[in-house]
């Protein structure tokens, strides 16, 4: 027999206690008077032996129970050699997202769970293991050994029910053994609410492990604006939960070479800018120095070479000097034709076609131009007070199901602004409401007023997009509208400019679904790669006349600057970074959870397992006596004379 708490024996001394009181216990027998002692005839008189008897076998008794009690208490248990290896089954799940970079009281809590389990397991014992990002079923820590020791962190994150399915699935079919599932994480909070479904066939124990402390130092985003002597200024924001306020040290770098220091304060809410010279293109890298996780001490970003995006106006009466002074030559390489000269080749090489109010589409244009949207540019129509409707409207079918009316003479002003739309989004720090409204004389009203850009006060739509299609439903020009003198005519077309060509940002998060555009001619069955010196691969890509649009989701998986390769030329470079939203060390409430076991050591549970599944639990038999024995005690003292 064997004890799992034997540091319960030291309750021992406790069986003393009983002996000194039946020991010093004295009984003093008082006299008593009675007028006829004849009254007293029939009490029987107990013996002095008897009465010994009793009390000696009441003291037995309790002391039996007492050593019952104390051994329970001590969970004894017999070692079952004989058990079935297969008997019981273990999956543990060790967490390797960035958050466990984080340091506890042995180390860093991803290494301290592995040592835990290569310890915690005989050597050849079957067992399961998953990460965020790997499997291992039945498999034995001899096997594991090489895996668990070169495990490397994960941007991944599992939630709860994620982490039960992947469980389950790497037990057996058995429906006889003993299966445990143990959940090695430091459980961060998230903003959706714990609520796991718990399979009631498995044993689930859940073991936090937390850091020594929750200070985290990490660059949370930067930004750029232009700054006068054409120069950048880079804006660099971090955060912090350190309790203390001391500055965090952070170094600009181009490439490899050092090209500014600074700090971030926490007056200035760990907020600092740079000045970066206006040069073709600028692989940045911003470091600080944090001991707590080094993931996102680190922050990449590049400022791209920039793409002139092409722009066409075709005109008919209408003047297009506003849309030339737009579209300036320093972004943008804009052209002007007449509809009656109108090269149809030059229309692929656009980007952005804008239609200023032509007062009827032809069948041959109205096909160019569908060919031009699918192959990803953008137009925009301006109708004319005098326009053909149902050329209009053809158009319009080439993207939706929803018609232009015929024309409406009533003034209106232009109120509504959709400050959330692509177009119109982070144009105004706030939602304006004392503008200066501009206003039309005549419109063509429209079946629909769903993702419009901007409208009139009765909802009524004014500028509206239908997928690569954005229409006006009024003329612009200045007899018939005052819009082409309103501020909100520059920031409308264009952004609609800029969105017809999908420039790379400053930075891309890894494991986000990330499109941008590169204005390249590509021939057929040739594709882009992207690469830097440590990996490469083929991005999803989509080749257009006279662009690629690319789409990266889960590559690359590792931070850093990437050049995209036109087979040995580099077109550009795009900078990806790890998400922060590990940073913050935010962790859940597990006590809410019901049907689970916390345990707060991963080695003092895998020694509990191992136990439960070799052994021959006692203490409920001792319980068992125990009660029995007051069980006697009871009877003794109500019948034994």
């Known amino acids: 027999m064997q004890f799992l708490h034997p540091e319960f024996f030291y309750a ?147 939630d709860l029910n994620t982490l039960i399915l992947k469980g389950k699935a790497l037990f057996s079919d058995s429906k006889t053994s003993s299966k445990t599932l143990v959940l090695v994480s430091d459980f961060q909070q998230h903003d959706d609410a714990i609520s796991p479904k718990i399979d009631s066939t498995i044993h689930i124990v859940l073991v936090p492990l937390k850091p020594i402390n929750t200070n985290n130092s990490y660059i949370d985003k930067v930004s750029l604006e232009p700054a006068l002597n054409a120069n950048y200024t880079l804006n660099v924001s971090g955060k912090s939960s350190s309790e203390t306020n001391a500055p965090i040290p952070v170094t600009l770098y181009q490439d490899q070479k050092v090209v500014g220091k600074s700090i971030l304060e926490k007056s200035k809410n760990y907020k600092t800018t740079f000045v970066l010279p206006n040069t073709v293109e600028f692989n940045g890298k911003l470091s600080i120095e944090d001991t707590q996780m080094p993931y996102d001490d680190t922050f990449y970003f590049n400022i791209p070479k920039a793409e002139k995006i092409a722009v066409l106006a075709i005109h008919e009466n209408s003047n297009s000097t506003f849309l030339k002074k737009l579209y300036a030559d320093d972004e943008f390489i804009f052209q002007s034709q007449n509809y009656k000269t109108l090269d149809f080749s030059q229309l692929k090489t656009q980007n952005l076609i804008v239609l200023n109010g032509l007062n009827q589409i032809s069948i041959a244009l109205q096909n160019s131009l569908k060919a031009f949207m699918d192959a990803g540019g953008v137009v925009v129509m301006i109708p004319s007070k005098d326009g053909d409707l149902q050329s209009y409207n053809q158009l319009l079918a080439t993207q939706t199901n929803h018609r232009l009316e015929p024309l409406t003479t009533q ?89 017809s060509l999908k420039t790379p940002p400053l930075y891309y998060w890894i494991g986000a679904e990330n499109t941008f555009d590169l204005k390249v001619n590509l021939q057929k069955d040739r594709i882009l790669k992207l690469a830097n010196k440590d990996a490469q691969f083929i991005p999803l890509q989509t080749n257009f006349n006279t662009k690629v649009s690319i789409t990266t989701t889960n590559d690359p998986s590792e931070p850093g600057h990437f050049s995209i390769l036109k087979d040995t030329d580099t077109l550009t470079h795009v900078s990806y970074n790890y998400t922060r939203t590990e940073s913050q060390l935010r962790y859940s409430d597990l006590s809410k959870i019901q049907g689970v076991l916390i345990e707060n050591s991963l080695e003092a549970t895998l020694k509990n397992i191992k136990i439960e599944a070799n052994v021959t639990w006692l203490w409920k038999w001792f319980v068992i006596f125990a009660l029995i024995l007051l069980a006697f005690e009871m009877l003794i003292l109500k019948y034994f004379k």
Not at 69 to 89: G, H, R
């Open 411 to 499: 003034e209106k002003r232009i109120t509504n602004i959709a400050f959330n739309h692509p177009v119109l989004k982070d144009v105004f720090e706030e939602q304006v409401t004392n503008f200066q409204y501009p206003s039309v004389q005549y419109y063509y009203p429209i079946s629909s007023s769903a993702n419009s850009v901007l409208s009139f006060e009765d909802q009524q739509a004014f500028l509206i997009q239908f997928k690569a299609l954005f229409v006006f439903t009024a003329p612009v020009e200045t007899e018939a509208s005052n819009f082409v003198n309103s501020p909100l005519i520059v920031p409308t077309l264009y952004n609609i400019g800029r969105s």
């Open 12 to 158: 021992l001394p406790a069986l003393l206690i009983p002996v000194f009181i039946h020991l010093f216990q004295l009984r003093r027998f008082k006299i008593q008077a009675f007028t006829n002692v004849a009254l007293l005839q029939k009490i029987r008189f107990q013996t002095r032996k008897s009465s010994q008897l009793k009390k000696w076998l009441i003291l037995l008794i309790r002391l039996l129970a007492i050593a019952c009690i104390i051994i329970a208490f001590s969970q004894p248990y017999l070692s079952n050699q004989t058990a079935e290896k297969n008997s019981s089954e273990t999956v543990v799940y060790l967490d390797n997202s960035f958050s466990m970079q984080a340091i506890g009281p042995k180390g860093s809590l991803l290494n301290r769970a592995v040592q835990d389990v290569m310890t915690g397991f005989d050597e050849t014992e079957k067992i399961g293991v998953f990460t965020n990002d790997q499997s291992y079923k039945s498999t034995s820590i001899k096997e594991l050994k090489t895996d668990l020791l070169s495990l490397e962190y994960s941007q991944d994150q599992l």
